[in-house]
């Protein structure tokens, strides 16, 4: 709010007076008040009121207690008043701004008024007393006829005009003819007046003439007529005296200095007989002061800024001299006692004071050189640091001869020379000479003093160089000398830093003392071969006589070895000399030839008149071709002379080092290699013979890789590689020598030899199976690729591995099926160990094709852990376990309860067993697995349909085997083995030569049984047990089947057991399917609807151990996912699972369901006979629990009424359809059962209303009116409301019953549908059925759950419930077909 004041008259106006549109003087007699903003009132208030308190606080206790409470009341009275009277206040001031307005409205027209009143009176006075005589003049006629007649005004007194009026200016022409004059007149006088020689430099134009001195000043004169003796008037006079150093641009004489000097010229060129002498002579003695008086100012700047003690003023006279001192040793510290001073001085003439500022040096300047001279005696250009470097430029120039001439005095053929630019003097050390590698002698122009420099040298010499230079110019020599050794030693140390090596010019040897090393030179330099430790290159570097500038190498050998270890001492071991003359080793790149010698002399010698300049630092002038020649050889060929030193200490014989090419390589050739432990001696002979070459070479930039070139020729094999065509294959073995170890070291060997034993063992495998062996992807000795399957998409590598001295095998595919995995990789580890065990590669061929057709259905199967299928819903359960146990025995673990033995046999078909069955005693079960009732009547199903009496035989399997004790079996499996291996003797060697015309033998060497991954769960076989996963002991009919109890050896009676494999039994048909059959060669993957139902067997427990023989067509049936037979697609559930996974889930409901009987009250259980079949019964309903006799895939019910009930035929099917299918079915889980049981047992009533319910669910077309189709949960789903985990139970019953259901709704245009779930609870005692109070998440599935509540709530309203009436169909109903959600609500 805006500051207010109470105004006179009581009002509250705005402070500092109404607001007017202008300035208005104050009201007569109204006094200026000043008001009180609100806000300071109150906060006065305020403190008054907490003033008062805190007197009351100090002064009440002391007081009685009648007279504080009198106080206390007028307190309260006092205060309540006056804060009722600031209310008020507050109240009147928020409509403040009317009254304002009214208030400014008033005043503006009292002001008026006065206004109006105080003209009148002003007019009256002056109407009364100023105009009381007043009279008016007569008319101007004449002038008014002149201005409406002529309209001017020409009366005017004439005085005006003149002094007023400028008179009429000359014309332009008249300008130029009297400059024109006045331009000749100023000639005139210019000739017949005695002119100095230095206003030479003069301009006349306009009248005027301008003298011009550079540097010094300008005036511009004139005269004011013709007659010769009127005297020069001086126009403009500017000084030109610069200081462009310390000036900063300005001025260096002031407006006022520049006006007195020109009226003293004036004076004097009025007063004078030479007046144009005598002005010169005043304004170039002033000029010459004032470029004095500058000098001495850049002087004083220069020594407190830049120079310091470097330059010092001796003494400055004003107008007459400045003498400066530069280089005074003294004031430098450099030297002590007494030293040259150097002066310079700049003073004016007094003699001559025309001449500019005269320089003088002491002592005087040489006469070295001309234009260096010339610019130190100048001073034009007014800058004193200019002048002194020039000075010191020259007194440089003059100490670098002098050094100059000391070199040529001892060296004729000095090649040194002298830079002007800057002072310097550069010395070639070592000739030929780069210009970096030059010692160039600076002058310090500040001191004077010498400082020397050269590339890479160390700075504490370079000090000690510029003392001594200093001290004695002559000892410079001595110190070329060194230099000259130590550029010997970097030219050295930078032609081979390219190269693998170390230099150091030390080498501390244990016997220097005695060796003859210790006899070289003391300027040397051992460089070490860094990929070859132990040997060094020394280079000697020896002075040259007659060449100053020379030096003269001399290298050697040497050899060294480590006392102890490592870290022990070094000792000198061989020390030869290089010849002297190796430049003819060398290629001249340059392509002109050298001199022999090793002597590098200075071009000095040739006598040349001109000494030569260095050459830039970009030619190669300083490398020396002769060492890095001796060092790339020595490189290059001590490895070689280590290969063959390790080759001969292993005793395998070799032609030397060999030069290839044109004589840039080296090679070894062996000449024989050792044979390898392992291979026998027709292989070994065979790859012999095939050994044309075998070539060692060194390869690579680091010289560290080794490549060893194999020749063959005669390859066993045809390769399809583009590669392996030709008629001698080349093999390449790269090895990369170990840092630690000087190459061509023992281990490169060692590698080699391991590499050739790979060779050799993988050269065997195919000798042996060169001719039987199929079309070869690639074979390049190394490793072996074979392509199998029949689209031969499939791959097998093998090759030998030296590190594990084992045969490795890696899987792939190729062709259109590249990318994708290969289907035997989960039983590579077992592959491996049949062939290293057996290196057949027919047999490994055999056991591929043989498993590939059952691996890549057995790759189908559902590996994936899931939650829920058991009462602990967080416990993820594995549905199928794959656990290989041989490259032909498969065993499948179906959720760690039941176990399913794969046996993989040639010709097409497998063999299948109960696992949980012990192999030795049909009658012992294998520890953490169950058997599988019925697995023998439903692999039965999978039977080929031409096998008819086959089947007609099955119950001689069902039958028990003949009562043979422990020790005959035992008797019987070591018969069966010691002949089985002696049939593996005889027909070895005959697969191991190769049949005739390629026929390939079967092969009946048994395959070895693996441990498998846990050995609580898979029995453990006696190390003399046969393997029954052997699929090749069957192959002559003359030979029993692997194991005990089979198909061929089950019966008491071998002949009469052994149908499909004897051919004494040509009716019957064998396991494999006939050639000649309609249904040979099918790959039917859903079984034939035509089959005939098997015939009914009896329930053996044993019987499963049998295997059952089945083709790999009927196992692709068996195992690949495909629909549920049998049933209605609509019924069907969506989950796809092979015919085997619903067989043994149904296995496993039916063994839950006996567990959930004997825990369920409402539930008792029936004895029945019939094996296989459970039955119980509930209060009203008798219910029979069975695998389905068509297909054994599905677990049926059969309900009966106990007596004739409410119980309709068509509830009773829906009842036995929805166990069928939605509980029994896939996925397989223990709590749906539960919750049907639970179902099962509750009332009628409630329990018909349930399956009323699931018809909807079962046959939603039936009830097309409805908005919603409906799902009865029997576990809970995720999106259920958070009442318990999901997959718990859920159906609860007590007092009330709790269930919940899923709605979707129909939806006619194609989009998502929506879901809810909806959780029910029937009150029995009341009959209600409400939505259960569940407390949910904020999202839009609360306003579901609230429309949902809603319509039960109505309904329950609407149709009360009866006595003994269920309204749980009638309440789902009445949701179904009314509940309408709003768009965007999603559960």
Sequence with gaps: MAPVQIGSDGQLVPLGGPVVSGPQPPPPGAPATQGVRLSLLIEFLLQRTYHEITLLAELLPRKTDMERKIEIVQFASRTRQLFVRLLGLVKWASNAGKVEKCAMISSF??????????????????????LVHARLPSFAIPFAIDVLTTGSYPRLPTCIRDKIIPPDPITKVEKQTTLGQLNQILRHRLVTTDLPPQLANLTVANGRVKFRVEGEFEATLTVMGDDPDIPWRLLKLEILVEDKETGDGRTLVHSLQVNFIHELVQARLCADDKPLQDMYNCLHSFCLSLQLEVLHSQTLMLIRERWGDLVQEERYVPAKYLTLTVWNQQVLGRKTGTASVHKVTVKIDELDGSKPLQISHEPPLPACDSKLMERAMKIDHLSVEKLLIDSVHARSNQKLQELKAILKTNNPSDNSFIETALPTLVIPILEPCGRSECLHIFVDLHSGMFQPMLYGLDQSMLDEIEKTVNDDMKRILSWLQQLKFWLGEQRSRQSVKHLPTVC????????????????????????????LPQYYIVVEMLEVPSSPTALQYKYSFLSVSQLEGDDGPMCAQLLQHFKPNLEHLVQDTSGRGSRPGTKRKGSGDHGEPEPKKPKRSGEMCAFNKELSHLVAMCDTNMPFIGLRTELSN??????????????????????????????????????ERSLLDCTFRLQGRNNRTWVAELMLANCPLNSTHSKEQASTRHVYLTYENPLSEPVGGRKVVEMFLNDWNAISQLYQCVLNFSRALPEVRLYNYRKLVLCYGTTKGSSVTIQWNSNTQRFHLALGTVGPNSGCSNCHNI?????????????????????????????????????????????????????????????THIRLAFRSMYCIDIYCRSRGVVAIRDGAYSLFDNTKIVEGFYPAPGLKTFLNMFVDSNQDARRRSVNEDDNPPSPVGENMMDSLMSHLQAQQQQQQLQQQPQAMRGGAGGVYQPLTSPQPNYVTPSPSMMPT???????????????????????????????????????????????????????????????????????????????????????????????????????????????????????????????????????????????SIVNSNEP????????????????????????????????????SQEELQVLEKFFETRVAGPPFKYNTLNAFTKLLGAPTNILRDCVRIMKLELFPDQAAQLKWNVQFCLTIPPSA???????????????????FLQLTQRIPVPQEPVSIIVPIVYDMATGLTQQADIPRQHSSSGAAALMVSNILKRFNELHPARQGECTIFASVHELMANLSLPPGTRQ
């Design 109 to 130: 027209l009292d002001q008026q008024t006065i206004l109006f009143v105080d003209t009148a009176d002003r007019l009256a006075s002056l109407a009364r007393d100023a």
């Design 504 to 531: 150091s010019d030390v080498l501390h040897l244990s016997n220097s003392a005695s060796h003859p090393v210790g006899t070289l030179s003391k300027h040397k330099l051992f460089i070490k071969l860094t990929r």
């Design 650 to 687: 292993m005793e395998i014989a070799t032609q030397g080092v060999q030069v290839e090419g044109d004589g840039s390589s080296h090679a070894i050739r062996l000449l024989n290699i050792p044979p390898c432990k392992g291979v026998g001696e027709e292989t070994r002979r065979a790859l």
């Design 827 to 887: 039983i590579l580890h077992q592959l491996q160990e049949m062939f290293n065990k057996c290196p057949n590669v027919m047999q490994l061929l055999q056991v591929l094709s043989d498993t590939q057709a059952p691996l890549n259905a057995i790759n189908k199967l559902p590996t994936v852990p899931m939650l829920g299928l058991t009462q602990r819903t967080n416990t993820a359960y594995q549905c199928f376990s794959i656990l290989p146990q041989s490259p």
């Design 1021 to 1163: 076989q006696s190390p003399g047990a046969l393997d029954p996963s052997s699929p090749y002991a069957m192959v002559s009919p003359s030979h029993r089947g692997p194991w005990p109890g089979s198909p061929q050896v089950s019966g008491p009676s071998p002949g009469a057991r052994i149908h499909g494999m004897s051919p004494g039994n040509p009716s019957l048909h064998s396991p494999i399917p006939d050639p000649h059959s309609p249904r040979a060669g099918t790959s039917s993957q859903v079984m034939p609807t035509s089959m005939p139902p098997p015939r009914k067997l009896p329930q053996r427990p044993w019987a499963a151990s049998i295997p059952t023989i089945l083709t790999h067509n009927a196992l692709h049936v068996l195992l690949l996912p495909s629909p549920t037979p049998c049933l209605v697609p609509g019924l069907a559930g969506s989950y796809l699972c092979s015919p085997l996974e619903r067989f043994l889930g149904s296995v496993i409901m039916r063994r839950h369901l006996q567990r959930i009987i004997q825990q369920e009250a409402n539930l």
């Design 1172 to 1207: 296989g079949v459970i039955m119980f019964k509930t209060d009203v309903l008798k219910c029979r629990v069975a695998l389905n006799p068509k297909n054994y895939q599905t677990l049926q019910l059969k309900v009966t009424p106990e007596n004739t009930g409410p119980w």
């Design 1281 to 1299: 409301p958070p009442i318990a985990p999901p997959g718990t139970i859920a159906v609860v019953l007590k007092s009330k019953m709790l269930f």
